[in-house]
């Protein structure tokens, strides 16, 4: 597992804010940095099997509805997002519109990524600008004929997307929102854990109930504390030691895709806040899934 070293103080900091109100230039590269890790960036805009360029994109997701590949976000003027201003960032991942005006496919998890705060969306874009630049052109996705036109988004987007930043509840513990905050905003746990309708969208009532149909043709465990079908004879630091180090109660280790989740994203997190993840799924309620999980 990478092990990197957090900026300690920026570290607590984080933790206690769930939305930060603060945002000091000078703190923005460590949170920036944090939340690229958290959010698992990387994972998708590096095409790391072909020892691509890192954040260069081109990484293919094979999805039931085609392949998508990712983007390069990268400073690159020309094939990057050199050219990008602030509110062109902003509205990317809180609306998933283009600089052009043209509508991302939901590929790109911006369907969580809308509930980041203001602060943090700055901050990851500070960090982002301070990547290698790298000129690489992005690769067309491949989709039947009927998924090409973009416009047709806005009818998905019509269904299935509310954008609008995370809202802390205010009857529960800083630590709770924390943990939701990281669950749906930055890690979007969702963005796998959760069944989907014909048309690709959440089946909301099932949320994180697992996906029998999921990214790359696997089955996605159920995460809700359903005794049965999902995760509910796990304790929170059964919950908070898979996300370190992979490892289930029973010695087993996490596959592939939940590996990668592990190494680039919650294995990089502070310990507080895989506690925070872990509390707040056991939090949830239960839902029985059909999607059993593989290992069970
Ligand atoms: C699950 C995979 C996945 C993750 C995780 C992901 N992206 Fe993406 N991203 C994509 C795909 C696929 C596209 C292309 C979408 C399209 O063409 O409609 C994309 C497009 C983008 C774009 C638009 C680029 C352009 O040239 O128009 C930006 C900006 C972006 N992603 C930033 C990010 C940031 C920042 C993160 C982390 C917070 C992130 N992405 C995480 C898959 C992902
Ligand atoms: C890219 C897709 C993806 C994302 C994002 C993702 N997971 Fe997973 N997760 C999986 C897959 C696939 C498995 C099954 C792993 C296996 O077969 O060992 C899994 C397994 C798990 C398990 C073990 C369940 C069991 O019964 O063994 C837990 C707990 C879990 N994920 C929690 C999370 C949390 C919390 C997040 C967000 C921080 C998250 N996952 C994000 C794909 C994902």
Not at 13 to 36: K, R
Not at 91 to 110: M, Q, T
Request: hydrophobic share 35%.
């Amino acid at each position: 597992m990478k092990n990197l070293a957090m900026h300690k103080s920026v570290a607590v900091w984080l933790f206690i804010s769930v939305a930060p109100v603060l945002s000091a230039a000078d703190d923005a590269l460590p949170q920036g940095e944090y939340l690229f890790h958290a959010a698992g960036c990387a994972t998708c805009h590096t095409q790391e099997d072909n020892k691509g360029s890192p954040l260069a994109g081109g990484r293919a997701l094979k999805t039931a509805f085609g392949i998508f590949y990712s983007s390069n976000i990268t400073p690159d003027p020309d094939t990057g997002l050199g050219r990008w201003s602030e509110a062109d960032f902003q509205r990317a991942l809180r609306e998933g519109i283009s600089p052009e005006g043209k509508h991302y496919y939901p590929a790109f998890p911006y369907t969580s990524y809308t509930q980041l705060t203001d602060a943090d969306l700055r901050a990851l874009r500070k960090y982002l600008l301070s990547r290698q630049p790298v000129r690489q052109a992005n690769r067309p996705h491949e989709l039947p004929w009927y998924l090409r036109a973009r416009p047709l988004l806005s009818f998905w987007k019509m269904l299935y997307f509310r954008p609008g930043v995370f809202q802390p509840l205010a009857d529960k513990p800083p630590a709770w929102n924390r943990g939701a905050y990281l669950v749906k905003a930055v890690a979007h746990c969702g963005e796998c854990h959760t069944p989907r309708h014909f048309f690709g969208g959440f089946k909301e009532a099932q949320y994180l109930a697992g996906n029998p149909h999921g990214v790359d043709d696997t089955k996605i465990p159920n995460i809700t504390p359903d005794r049965k079908t999902g995760i509910g004879k796990w304790s929170a630091s059964d919950i908070a030691d898979y996300l370190e180090t992979g490892m289930t109660p029973d010695g087993d280790f996490a596959g592939d895709l939940m590996a990668d989740v592990i190494d680039n994203s919650t294995s990089v997190l502070i310990r507080e806040d895989r506690r925070a993840i872990a509390a707040y799924l056991k939090s949830l309620p239960a839902v029985e899934s059909l999607a059993r999980s593989p290992k069970k």
